[in-house]
């Protein structure tokens, strides 16, 4: 049960966008349209983001958004903040499994 | 107020035994699918196990599949975790998280966790 793939760490300044990847299999990813997206602060429990690929939960900022091609997904990040600094995971649905990614450290310089 | 609290939580030995305890409040617990997701120190999340909302459908990882055992008490709103053989490599903080209602597979909610630290 291999772990999804995201990038260790990416970084931007205040307003930038950026995007973190997140690569899988045609077993996970590649299969389904439920991949979600959690964002995590130190300590603290994570947070849903993103899910079935690109639906925003009420009450998350529309600068979050998600995508899919084949087996990555990606989520987008408009207007960086400063509150944005967090460690960022990706998760698939696998039938009867889930699997998320390695996470992604996100640097707000 | 949608909430989950975990506890249960403490310092075992390996080999032994532990049993931890998710309550539910502010949402109709029956209608939704359940998992526990761990955090070892200072590492990503792993998803651990999960079951189905009438507990007819029970799916686990393959590093705890037959030592843990994941259940529900609809009645009394509250999920468990049944872990046997603890390693200490299962050394981590353990969430309980709710499945979105419909197609699932994404966590909506999520408990604040609970520390589980095997060492000898």
């Known amino acids: 049960q291999s772990a999804l793939t995201q990038p260790a760490s990416v970084s931007g300044s205040p307003g930038q966008s950026i995007t973190i990847s997140c690569t899988g299999t045609s077993s996970d990813v590649g299969s389904y349209n439920l991949v979600s997206w959690y964002q995590q602060h130190p300590g603290k429990a994570p947070k849903l983001m993103i899910y079935?690929?690109?639906k925003r939960p009420s009450g998350v900022s529309d600068r979050f958004s998600g995508s899919k091609s084949g087996n990555t997904a990606s989520l987008t990040i408009s207007g960086l903040q400063a509150e944005d600094e967090a460690d960022y995971y990706c998760?698939?649905?696998?039938?009867?499994?889930?699997?998320f990614g390695g996470g992604t450290k996100l640097t707000v310089l | 107020e949608v909430q989950l609290v975990e506890s249960g939580g403490g310092l075992v030995q390996p080999g032994e035994s532990l049993r931890l305890s998710c309550a539910a409040s502010?949402?109709?617990?029956?209608?939704?699918?359940m998992d526990w997701v761990r955090q070892a120190p200072g590492e990503g999340l792993e998803w651990v196990s999960y079951?189905?909302?009438?507990?007819?459908?029970?799916y686990y990882a393959d590093s705890v599949k037959g030592r843990f055992t994941i259940s529900r008490d609809n009645a009394k709103n509250s999920l468990y975790l049944q872990m046997n053989s603890l390693r200490d490599e299962d050394t981590a903080v353990y969430f309980c998280a709710r499945e979105t209602y419909g197609l699932g597979g994404s966590f909506d909610i999520w408990g604040q966790g609970t520390v589980v630290t095997v060492s000898s």
């Open positions: 998760c698939s649905y696998a039938s009867s499994r889930r699997v």
């Open positions: 079951i189905s909302s009438e507990s007819s459908t029970t």
């Open positions: 502010g949402f109709p617990f029956s209608r939704f699918s």
């Open positions: 079935e690929v690109d």
